[in-house]
Nanobody
């Protein structure tokens, strides 16, 4: 059973920064794509950023230039560094990992950007 555990969320002032982490446990296979998504009440979950096993990255237009996704395969961990946070970044952030056997989601971590 693969489990993903996110951490690093919280309350941040506009213009501030935070780093989200997501650690996978229980995976017997190499993890291909890792990513971060976010969701606000009443809206669909949306992509924030993904990173492939070849370190190819993809970002939502709304976070380009402010977000950096990275991964540490030895630790089965994906990170999301976000700078210059805006109130519209407020959401529950979920990590997702994919391997040859399926996809897994974390439980989500709340990020609130407010003064």
């Amino acid at each position: 059973q693969v489990q993903l555990v996110e951490s690093g969320g919280g309350l941040v002032q506009p213009g501030g920064s935070l780093r989200l982490s997501c650690v996978a446990s229980g995976s017997r296979f190499a993890i291909n794509t890792m990513g971060w998504y976010r969701q606000t009440p009443g809206n669909q979950r949306e992509l924030v950023a993904t990173i492939s096993s070849f370190r190819r990255t993809n970002y939502a237009d709304s976070v380009k230039g402010r977000a950096t996704i990275s991964r540490d395969d030895a630790k089965k961990t994906v990170y999301l560094q976000m700078n210059n946070l805006k109130p519209e970044d407020t959401a529950v952030y979920y990590c997702k990992m994919s391997s040859q056997t399926g996809d897994w989601w974390g439980q989500g971590t709340q990020v609130t950007v407010s003064s």
